[in-house]
């Protein structure tokens, strides 16, 4: 079913993909202005399922790569993204008919709507992860093989990066069988943005029927629906954790206040572990998270009880704001929430890339719910 | 020995303190004037005349009342230093229309800037500056804001714009971003540009605070610490917002705990908060300045509804939300009013002399009790969120409704202090305050290691802080925290710290 985004939107779209984020996307405040300059006067974007595109034609997707701290001294860039988007179009044999989000966790679920209101054209309603995952080859495309073929470009605020570029940085790099799919693309990409200001853009065109069957469907829905319920939870005085749960078929699992936050940054990354300790109901119960700048595994007194790729997500007791990585401190007032993955994440094949063992820990999938 | 006095400028009432060795010697308070400078003059006549304070720090809300209202600010041009990065977000993007619409700022994009390893994004240009320059002095707007992209770690370019500008229209005043805000390009050039706009008010008000006191004069900040009178007119953003840290820092000092939960208790709400090393926690959310969003941090501070003029429900005990605020002395019971408040049961159950307790010697010890009930779990809901592992944190119990709930807590089994002159906490908190410094730098981890980019970004921090006026022995740490640039093949550190120290008296 379509329907339209609007300047309105934008905050309630912004409060649920961060929800969607797991402790992870970036901050989407400044993607959250330029959109609303974007969507000034009256300026609409349709949102469409995968199903309504027509089938010869292409959609394509903008993604940042980069670190989110560079992000807060250069805000996502229009130029730059038209770049992207002129170079990809160029390469393709059929007509571009929608935009969508690479991810809708975070600040990426803005970019295409970025696009598709200066293009005039829709966005799908879906996205290649259903979350947040911080690397490129973590994406159902990746992961279903179908990133091959097909055009892509990177860009710059000060435009388009040289193709050569990507295939130098392609090449260098030895691969061992047991690497997952697109993990040297992910390894070129991110040693062209370390030189290039840390915060490139990433941009890539799928056939329609590419994505009918790779799309983690519904995200952009799933994201407004939250952030609708969070917004108006609050305006009734109502509780946006139980708006959260519902809004996104989710389960809480412990409300407490955090006491402490290890971290270490080690190959790029944000890892670390959150405890919490448990407070009126869940009194004498503790919580262990650990992070790799997402929430990954979550431990209740010392038993593991949801992994990724399910979306483990911390929000503010009293406003349900979500709580990144980065923003974690001794006593912040969190609940614990768990949503359930797409089923596209949760088959064999996909664990390998975006499973425990993806991310380094000797642990099986411990799902929200044993499937049927 | 050297004595200071506080003054704290409220929208009710001027606060004076006169303290010596961290001891209040003598207070006042008097009714605030329109002007302020009136009651400045008053509260400090009212101190004894015998001891001259060798400083006067002042807690004002003018500036903040300034921009809230929209009055008295001037235009100002915003100059963006890092083309073509950042552009798809102009300056004063987000900011309340009425807010552009009453200062008719103007905005430039112009050359220059780093990236977060310090490359050059582009080269700055003279002629594009003296452009700038000429264009301003043509239209009369005297106040810039420069803001160039990583300009924390990399203030050059910020500098060398400065430079040409003034040896271009010496008329000019320019406030550089990295002097004023944090990482986060936005809310940094929104500060400085509300500095700039503030700037002209800034002196006029600085003049008539030291036409009001005639020895040193020193004016709150927002972090806890003061700055210089003369530094405060070209940087009066600090100023703002200054209240709550004041008084948090008063209610430490007063109590003689640096670790602490301080619950303010008013008429309509307590405040909560907590000390850490003698300084609020801050929040974790950035601080809206009229409408505007900065980086700046206000202490986290939780409100709750319970206060001296809270109504009491008879029949389950509950207190609060809503409350009789500053009508208590017509409606609460004890002053032949109609309505049951929190004052009425304390002065019930023998807690408070206040009014006249035989009207309501008829409430029941059952209502008391129920009420007492109520206000207990919800304190301890409230403590609750402030313990740390294994450890209770002592109260600091201050404000005019302190007696309403000092027993309730003792019977929640916490340690409670109730210090004296806790009315006048804020003008203390001010009149007690140290000067500081702050560094927010960001380091390439191939170049620097952490150890070292912690120790680099702490000693720019003593560094800020003795330019600030701090004597050098006396400086510490109380912030030091990295953060890294994730997601990066090469790692790239965010150093944050902030130091303070006690005041270096020019004659000492």
């Known amino acids: ?372 | 020995m050297k004595l200071v006095a506080g003054i704290d400028v409220g929208g009710t009432n001027t606060d004076a303190v006169l303290v010596r060795d961290g001891q209040i010697v003598a207070w006042a308070k008097v009714p605030t004037t329109p002007d302020v400078y009136g009651g400045i003059v008053a509260a400090l006549s009212r101190l004894p005349h015998t001891a001259v304070p060798r400083r006067v720090h002042i807690g004002t809300t003018a500036f903040t009342n300034a921009l809230v209202e929209r009055r008295d600010l001037a235009s100002a041009a915003a100059i963006r230093v890092g083309r073509p990065v950042s552009e798809s977000l102009p300056p004063m993007t987000g900011w309340p229309a009425d807010l552009v619409e009453a200062v008719h700022n103007r905005s430039y994009f112009v050359s220059g800037g780093r990236e977060y390893d310090g490359q050059p994004i582009g080269a700055l240009d003279r002629e594009e500056i003296r452009d700038i320059a000429r264009g301003l002095a043509a239209s009369g707007i005297s106040q810039v804001a420069v803001t160039s992209v990583f300009g924390t770690s990399y203030p050059e370019d910020e500098v060398r714009v400065a430079e040409w500008l003034a040896s271009e229209n010496q008329n000019l005043q320019v406030s550089l971003s990295h002097r004023i805000g944090r990482f986060g390009i936005l809310e940094r050039e929104n500060s400085t540009l509300l500095n700039a706009m503030l700037r002209p008010l800034a002196v006029r008000t600085l003049s008539a605070y030291k036409a009001a006191v005639t020895t040193e004069l020193f004016i709150s900040q927002n972090d806890g610490t003061v700055m210089h009178g003369t530094q405060a007119a070209e940087a009066p953003i600090f100023a703002v917002a200054s209240g709550p840290t004041n008084s948090m820092r008063g209610a430490a000092i007063l109590g003689s705990a640096r670790e602490a939960i301080v619950l303010d208790v008013g008429g309509t709400t307590t405040d909560a908060g907590v000390l850490h090393l003698g300084y609020p926690q801050p929040a974790g959310l950035e601080l809206t300045v009229a409408g505007v969003r900065t980086n700046f941090r206000m202490p986290d501070l939780v409100s709750v509804g319970i206060g001296g003029g809270s109504l009491v429900d008879r029949a389950n005990g509950s207190v609060g939300p809503h409350s009789v605020g500053f009508r208590l002395a017509e409606r609460a019971l004890i002053f032949g009013g109609d309505t049951l408040t929190l004052t009425d049961i304390a002065v019930a159950a023998g807690r408070m002399d206040l009014g006249e307790r035989a009207r309501v010697a008829h409430i029941e010890a059952g209502i008391i009790a129920r009420a007492d009930d109520h206000l207990r779990a919800r304190f301890s809901r409230l403590l609750e969120n402030y313990e740390r592992t294994g450890a209770q944190l002592p109260i600091i119990l201050v404000g005019g409704g302190a007696p309403l709930v000092e027993n309730l807590l003792r019977d929640l089994g916490r340690e409670v202090l109730r210090p004296s002159y806790a009315d006048v906490a804020n003008a203390y908190g001010a009149a007690i305050a140290q000067v500081g410094g702050e560094a927010d730098l960001t380091f390439s981890s191939r170049a620097v290691s952490r150890r070292e980019a912690l120790e680099r970004a702490e000693q720019e921090a003593h560094r800020r802080a003795v330019e600030a006026g701090a004597s050098r022995n006396s400086i510490i740490t109380v912030e030091l925290e990295d953060a890294a640039f994730s997601y990066l093949a090469g790692d790239a550190l965010r150093v944050r710290a902030r130091a303070v120290g006690d005041i270096e008296d020019a004659s000492q």
């Open chain 1, 1 to 372: 079913m379509s329907f339209e985004i609007r300047s309105s939107d934008i905050t309630a779209l912004a409060l649920g993909s961060s929800v969607l984020g797991c402790g992870g996307g970036g901050n989407s405040y400044y993607g959250q202005l330029v959109a609303h300059r974007v969507l000034a006067a009256d300026v609409v974007v349709p949102v469409i399922d995968v199903d309504e595109m027509a089938p010869e034609s292409f959609a394509i997707t903008a993604a940042a790569v980069g670190a989110p701290l560079v992000c807060l001294e250069k805000p996502p860039s229009l130029p730059a993204l038209q770049a992207g988007l002129e170079s990809v179009r160029s390469a393709l044999c059929g007509p571009v008919s929608a935009f969508f989000a690479a991810e809708i966790g975070g600040l990426q679920c803005i970019f295409p709507v970025l696009l598709a209101a200066e293009v005039g054209l829709p966005v799908l309603d879906g996205d290649s992860m259903g979350r947040a995952f911080p690397e490129l080859q973590m994406t159902t495309f990746s992961i279903y093989g179908t990133t091959h073929g097909l055009p892509h470009a990177l860009s710059g605020d000060r435009g388009l990066i040289s193709p050569d570029m990507v295939q130098r940085n392609h090449s260098g790099e030895p691969e061992s069988p047991d690497d997952p799919p697109g993990i040297r693309f992910e390894r070129a990409v991110r040693k062209i943005c370390t030189a290039h200001g840390g915060l490139i853009y990433f941009t890539s065109a799928f056939d329609q029927k590419s994505l009918n069957h790779t799309l983690v469907r519904g995200s952009i829905s799933l994201a407004l629906c939250i952030g609708r319920a969070i917004e108006s939870a609050r305006q009734g005085n109502m509780d946006p954790i139980g708006a959260i749960v519902e809004a996104g078929d989710g389960k809480r699992f412990i409300g407490g206040k955090i006491v402490d936050v290890e971290r270490q940054f080690r190959a790029g990354h944000d890892w670390g572990t959150v405890r919490i300790h448990g407070v009126e109901e869940d009194r004498g119960r503790v919580a262990e998270i650990a992070f790799k700048n997402e929430y990954l595994v979550l431990g209740l007194n010392g038993e593991v009880v949801l992994t990724v790729p399910d979306l483990i997500t911390l929000a503010e007791t009293e406003s349900g704001t979500p709580v990144s990585t980065d923003i974690l401190r001794p006593g912040l007032r969190v609940t614990v929430l768990g949503l359930p993955a797409s089923p596209l994440l949760t088959k064999a094949v996909a664990l390998k890339s975006v499973g425990p063992g993806a991310f380094g820990y000797n642990l099986g999938y411990v799902p929200l719910r044993k499937s049927e």
